[in-house]
């Protein structure tokens, strides 16, 4: 916590329990050992990890990742994200583990959000019984997708690369502009397309604040408050759009800051822009 909103609506699906570990900025957005450890029962069936996250956009070091190993439980490693990483590298459960179930897919990877096709490695054993319920569930992946994705591995790399090269650079850009209109980032994300930036300098209702950001700025943030408590007093931004809208939008915050400042809505500090 933070978390993908879903992944406990997921569990509950199941009439199974979630159980939460925050992790906090100044770790880098990387969870506490025994932390993890006291969440830890009887009736623990697994753990979910994913790196990089989706909100922080951080990775989970090999060090971590060996640790939530060693613990003894199957582990579900979401690695939608793996292709997207401008710093560092994302490393898979699977290079410390055979028993551990990994999910991705093409939405990422290669900008395929609306094929819908995606993909889970698991145990020998676990093959039939998510066969069946994949027949039960949905049957199989659209045909045209299926032929979408084997292009997309057979012809894409060139365009992948292209693509981490312009996300990075609205990466970089979103990073200086928000630092500079008064975000704190004390971790730099190095994966996936959002920055999870603090913004309790501002307000300690993070819903709040983003829907006077959409409302008067007409710019759209995800409140933190959306991806767990531990998330409350931070904005979840994706530099998934234009470079160009990027801009906009930021200086949009800015104009925005600065009048709700000018009111004695945000305490002062002095804002640059470039």
């Known amino acids: 916590d933070p978390h993908y909103p879903c992944y406990p609506n997921f569990v509950r699906f199941l009439n199974a329990s979630p159980l939460f570990v925050n992790v906090y900025e100044e770790d880098g957005f990387e969870f506490r050992l025994e932390d993890v450890k006291k ?12 790196s990089p996250s989706n909100p922080t956009g951080t990775l989970l070091s090999p060090a971590h990742i060996k640790e939530i190993v060693e613990l003894g439980l199957p582990v579900i490693s979401d690695e939608i ?10 490393h898979s459960i699977l290079e410390f583990t055979e028993r551990a179930f990994v999910l991705n897919g093409f939405s990422k990877a290669y900008a395929m959000t609306g094929w819908r096709l995606g993909y889970v490695i698991v145990p020998p054993e676990f093959v039939r019984p998510l066969q069946k319920i994949q027949q039960n569930f ?25 693509m981490k090269s312009i996300y990075d650079q609205r990466r970089q850009y979103m990073i200086q502009r928000l630092g500079e209109l008064g975000f704190h980032l004390r971790v730099e994300p190095v994966g996936a397309f959002y920055v999870f930036a603090s913004a309790k300098h501002l307000s ?21 408050i959306d991806f767990g408590q531990n998330g409350e007093g931070y904005i979840r931004i994706s530099y998934a759009n234009s470079l160009e809208n990027i801009e906009e939008g930021l200086n949009r915050i800015h104009e925005f800051i600065k009048r709700r400042r000018s009111e004695g809505r945000f305490p002062e500090k002095r804002l640059s822009r470039k």
């Open 39 to 50: 969440r830890i029962g009887s009736r623990t069936k697994a753990i979910l990890i994913n």
């Open 81 to 90: 994200y793996h292709a997207l990483v401008y710093r560092g590298k994302a």
């Open 138 to 162: 949905f049957i199989s992946a659209g045909s045209v997708s299926q032929w979408a994705g084997l292009a997309a591995l057979r012809k894409a790399a060139p365009d992948v690369k292209r």
């Open 204 to 224: 300690a209702k993070s819903y709040d604040l983003a829907f006077e950001m959409l409302e008067q700025a007409g710019v759209g943030v995800s409140p933190g």
